[in-house]
């Protein structure tokens, strides 16, 4: 049928089922969302939203940033390096009489090195050698027109001298080495060669002022050490003539050799005791060896030892036995034995088997003799072992007192080996001077001006652009109060969020709300759910409220009237807004003849006032005549007694109130309707005014259960661009 209706609703999908009276009433879970440290869809708001203002101020930043370079003067960077040795450099042995810093200092000592650099007094050094003074190309060709009247020439001189001083001391630099120990001297200037000369003036300034005199130091050295080399050679002379007398009386021979100390090796007694108790030792596991074998062989019969298993000659004897014994059976099969050839055969075999048994019993009488020979020769070896033993235990008392003396004589021999040796070292390196500090490479002049640099200008005017910008968007945000996400309307109103409807252009909301798979009818269609959820069947009276006109409010009630009208629920919905009404234009009737106020007064029944055949089971009742009392109307016995006859006659009764700011008719409304939503335009109200009108309507007695968030853009909110698509149009076929 051709309805009036300007919004197509879904198709009924039945009543309700046996399962909805096991379903929880009026409870709405609350998710509470993780903490984030950084929430990148606010991020991606705050972006979006002021994506002009933070677009102008860089493209502001990178023009300033061109300008400026554009017209700053180009400046030429020279660099000269320096090598710096910190333990000096050693042409040879004894120039380090000065040991210089502990390893724990060397940076430290860079360190000082890159402040002589950059002193003052450094400066006034390379001015006084190079003449900047009179040189009118590092001062300037206008500098003599600076000169005060009454000052003498050399007083004028010596000013230019401070100014080209204080010119150096500001342009020049150093880089201290982190992980080398080369030092790089930095000069900047408006000319390429004055760069280049000043940074080599600078080195060899640097360079000079680091020589030293290691010539007294290593004269110093050669005395003190030809001193002690008389001192220590006289004791040791001493030394070795007490030493050698002591061993003269003492009967002791020292063998050749020293050990650490320069001391004299081993005595004759200790060294055959040494040499016998290796001998002992070696006779012993001969010994135990040689024994060891005669017990594994003693009881085993000579044919079944090893070496008789092995013997060539044995075996070789067995073999003829065994030809001889295979004759003799040959034999014996034709012949008795008294055959004169059998006789020979047997006698032969006897012989060898005499033959074999001799030998074998040699084999095994060797192992026990060599087990005899070993015993004998370990007792007579212990035996000279314990007379050396005796010998060097009474040479060892004698021996004390000689060691003591010769370590001495060896400590003193060491000692005068090392000062001799370091004596001359020294009296080499004495005419040969060196520095810790030499020059590396030299600057020369720059090609090109480092700066202004273009592509680092431009980077760093993108960079403070960027940073102001989002400085500059952040206080914004900070100040703008309006309501932009879904997360924050519930955290920050405190009432669950029953829904959101997508942003849909005026002249679009017509196809949007015939087309009943769009975005805009599916986001009522899950707010429409949501309700229906939260209320419950015996409380079903709700008006619809916002802070301020035109957020989506009546377009809201008229299509969540219709929605529930689909769902074959009688629903009545009423115009309450007395000031400025707007259902019937919305749904594009003639204005009725009676209306809602008439209603309210008793001038006409409602069912001579309703507007029926826009949708199936829904009624309208919208304003006739605008009252001059609508707060008074709202707040009346009447409109109780109305609510209170009519909520049994329809499933769902609707009220589209006025807004709450500025008038008290939704508040006075609120205490009679069993619940408000409240609907909120994203983007234009402010939190600070829909928390005002959510508290009058709670003070007025009013059950706010939810809010309906309307025109909800998702690139606002710092959602991706196709978050409406995904959403809404899940299930359908792409």
Known sequence: MNDPQIFQAPEPRGSRSWIDSYLPQNQMVHHQPRQKLIDMAAVRGVIFRQRWLIAGIIIAAVVTGLIVTLLATPMYEARSTVRVEPYASYIVEGQNVDQGIAPSQVFQQLNTYVGIITSRNLANVVAEQKNLGERTDFLGPNIDESRPENMSDAQWLDAKQKMAAAKLHRSVSSEFPTNNWIITIVYRSEDPQIAAEMANAYSDAFVASDTKDTIAENEYAKEYLREQIQLVRGRLEEAEQAANGYARRSGIIVQTGQDEFGASGQTLTSSNLASINTRVAAATADRIAAEQRWRSVQSVPASQLPEVQSNQALQTLISDRTLKETELTDLRQRYNDEFPQIGNVRAQIETLNRQINRSSSDIKASVRNEYIVARNRENALRQELSDLTGATLAEQDRQVEYSVLEREAGALRLQLQALLARFNQVSTATDIQSGTINPLDTAI????????????????????????????????????????????????????????????????????????????????????????????????????????????????????????????????????????????GLIDVKDPEYGFVEVLLGHTDLESAVIKGVHENLEILPIRELPTNPSEILSSKQLRDFIDKYREEYSLIIFDAPPVLGL???????????????????????????????RRLQSAGGNVFGTVLTKYRALEAGQSYNYNYDYYQYGKSK
């Open 664 to 694: 008290a008719d939704a508040p006075a409304l609120a205490g009679m309707v069993d619940g408000s939503i409240f609907v909120l335009e994203a983007n234009r109200v402010r939190f600070s005014q829909a928390k005002v009108a959510i």
């Open 445 to 584: 002049a720059p090609g090109s001006p480092y700066s202004p640099n273009l592509l680092r200008n431009m980077l760093m005017s993108i960079v403070f652009g960027i940073a102001f910008a989002g400085a500059l968007a952040v206080l914004r945000e900070l100040l703008d109060d309006r309501v932009r996400s879904l997360d924050d309307v519930e955290e920050r109103l405190g009432l669950p969020l029953l829904g959101h409807t997508p942003f849909v252009e005026d002249e679009d909301i017509g196809t949007e709300g015939r087309n009943r798979f769009g975005s805009l009818m599916e986001s009522y269609a899950s707010i429409r759910s949501t309700i229906d959820f939260a209320l419950p069947r015996d409380r079903n009276v709700i008006q619809l409220t916002s802070s301020e006109a035109s957020e989506g409010k009546s377009t809201t009630a008229i299509i969540l009237a219709e929605l529930f009208a689909s769902l074959g629920r009688k629903t009545l919905l009423i115009d309450a807004d007395m000031r400025r009404p707007s259902l019937a």
